[in-house]
């Protein structure tokens, strides 16, 4: 197991939805198909010049590649593009609770699209606790706001329908993490430009960064970098680790980023619902993890 791949990964997913948000809300920001081309066209610009350079090596994009992937890419363009969204109006701790319900989307689209059986009653039992944490959690967000509410939906119904056709088109088995990253990239920046362009957010977001101060430049460099560093830290942990070591890192940078968001970027007004629905929530998470992790363990001491 590599520990620093594991820490690398936590501290780079921890710190990208602290760094969006800084954009998004201290420096009002909220442009987010716009961070979201800037980001695609980064990361594929990346990851050409490190192919050219020799550093790494990817079959590149072909046409029936970045056809198999369009459905996966439309969805991943719909829950990145919802979730930087709700972002701006949701305080850290809910935005997590919102994301950690991304279970129950999944089993949902499991047994829909993918016709796989009904998982155990222990498995639905903590996706049940993770859902009931985040309605009661909601109750007590003094701070309610209905559209950043369902943006939050949305994008973890787009992120579950992205991760569900993957498994469904077997993309996964056809295309390495890092030639579906950069698959992926190319097939969004067309998505996110066209809407930029008719929206005016390319011209709103243009004058904005014209007039802006140099802090902000800073950050909204970090903010275009990061998004392909953290997809980097996640390919690197999967691979010198696991899939389940990057989900278990997944839940304690959830857990570690929930009590630190109670307490930055004017943090929540603790109520006893949204302190308890949180709580419930995490557990719920926690427990889901830890169910999955004893399932993989199972099927790995199976005979052959």
């Known amino acids: 197991m590599s520990i620093p791949a594991a820490v690398f990964y936590g501290f780079c997913s921890g710190s990208l939805a602290f760094i969006n948000k800084l954009a998004v809300t201290t420096f009002d920001f909220r442009y987010p198909a716009f961070i979201l081309f800037a980001q695609m066209v980064f990361t594929a610009s990346i990851l050409k010049i490190l192919k050219v350079a020799g550093k790494i090596n990817f079959a590149g994009i072909s046409l029936e590649s970045s056809w198999n992937c369009a459905i996966p ?149 970090l903010v275009i970098s990061m998004g392909c560093v953290l997809n980097y830290s996640l390919f690197l942990c999967t691979t010198l680790n696991s899939a389940l070591t990057t989900s278990i890192v997944g ?21 006893v619902l949204i302190i308890t629905g949180i709580s419930i929530n995490t557990l719920g998470g926690m427990g889901y993890t830890y169910l999955k992790y004893k399932e993989k363990q199972e099927a790995t001491d199976l005979p052959k």
């Open 73 to 221: 890419s439309l969805f991943y363009a719909f829950h990145a593009m919802f979730a930087l969204t709700a972002l701006g109006d949701l305080n850290i701790p809910m935005y997590n609770v919102i994301k950690r319900c991304v279970p129950l989307v999944n089993i949902f689209l499991a047994s829909c699209l993918l016709k796989e059986g009904r998982p155990s009653w222990k498995i639905i039992s903590t996706v049940v606790v993770i859902t009931s944490g985040c309605i009661i959690a909601g109750f007590g967000d003094l701070d309610f706001s209905l559209a950043a509410y369902l943006c939050g939906l949305v994008s973890i119904f787009s992120q579950g329908l992205y991760l569900t056709y993957v498994q469904k088109l077997g993309i996964e088995k056809q295309l390495t993490a890092l030639e579906l990253l950069y698959v992926n990239s190319i097939n969004c920046i067309p998505l996110f430009l066209l809407y930029i362009l008719l929206s005016w957010e390319f011209v709103d977001a243009v004058n904005f960064l014209r007039d802006c101060t140099f802090e902000f430049i800073l950050v909204f460099l």
């Open 251 to 271: 839940v304690i940078k959830s857990v570690v980023t929930t009590v630190i968001g109670m307490f930055t970027f004017g943090g929540i007004q603790p109520t």
